[in-house]
């Protein structure tokens, strides 16, 4: 399996997505988008919406399931936000990770899987992680058991000087913001080890383990893979560190044209591999 994705086909697929849109200030927009990744979804196979209820109006996040050959497997859940701040183009937060849900839909739809690939675009995440919250309580309430979650967090900056919620981190990861980050809870070191490895024959990396599912550092607990840590389940952050080094954070700058597509091609190259090894393992 070889897949080595252009800058310009990753450009093309974020400008499909990346319009201003919102559920209830914007919904044109909001629907647009919902539509796009359905339809490229529903190409790789059938496409389950799952419906949540909220507050303002219902949450759609819509779940492809590439079966493995061994069902007795937990399957391996990776997961995207395609909600944006209301007037932004989302170009990083989130439509990066968005594109790079659907590189892997394209990727495995024709592969032969040992463990089954759940593909998932969940709904709402700007409102308080509503859609991936849903999701893991539902998953909960059905027994279901998963090898691990993988939230798909801001996929596509860099730039010379990177923040930290905490002094000390400087020293252990450097100033530069040139690096993928691979934040897990503890449990899973040694998995996440093996992921890092692969990821960094691609682009330099960085991995942090933390104790109690984040609970000393909240900065790192504002994606969907919190809600799955919260239902008991294994769960990655794979992300640019967002506002930690990309100050178009929730803003209107947040554009295509901000983007480092060199980067952002090397991740999604890294993440197809290492969907690879999951899903044969």
């Not at 495995?108 to 998932?120: D, H």
């Not at 596509?156 to 913001?177: A, D, H, I, R």
Request: charged share 20%.
């Amino acid at each position: 399996m070889s897949y080595n994705p252009s800058q310009s086909r990753l450009e093309k697929e974020l400008e499909a997505i990346c319009i201003p849109g919102h559920p209830v200030w914007n919904n044109w927009g909001y629907q647009k988008v919902q539509e796009y990744i359905e339809t490229k979804l529903n190409a790789c196979g059938k496409v389950e919406k799952h419906i949540f209820p909220s507050m303002e109006m219902e949450g759609c996040n819509l779940i492809l399931k590439l079966e493995g050959n061994n069902p007795q497997l937990a399957p391996i859940l990776i997961g995207a936000h395609y909600d944006g701040v209301p007037d932004t183009a989302a170009a990083d937060d989130n439509g990066t990770a968005v594109v790079a849900l659907l590189q892997l839909a394209e990727m495995f739809a024709q592969q032969s899987l040992n463990r089954s690939l759940w593909l998932v675009a969940f709904d709402q995440e700007e409102w308080g992680m509503r859609g991936s919250s849903a999701l893991a309580r539902h998953l909960k309430e059905q027994k279901q058991p998963l090898k691990l979650m993988i939230s798909l967090e801001m996929l596509g900056f860099t730039c010379e000087v990177q923040n930290y919620p905490q002094p000390e981190m400087y020293q252990l990861f450097g100033s530069k913001g040139d690096y993928l980050a691979l934040v897990a809870n503890q449990e899973i070191y040694l998995l996440v080890q093996e992921m890092n490895e692969i990821f960094s024959r691609h682009l330099p990396t960085r991995f942090l383990c933390v104790p109690d599912r984040g609970a000393s550092f909240p900065e790192i607990t504002l994606s969907d893979h919190s809600p799955f840590w919260e239902c008991g389940y294994d769960g990655l952050l794979l992300t640019d560190t967002a506002f930690l080094r990309n100050p178009n954070y929730h803003k209107y700058s947040d554009t295509i044209d901000s983007l480092d597509l060199d980067f952002f091609a090397k991740v999604v190259e890294g993440l197809i591999l290492v969907t690879k090894h999951l899903t044969q393992s």
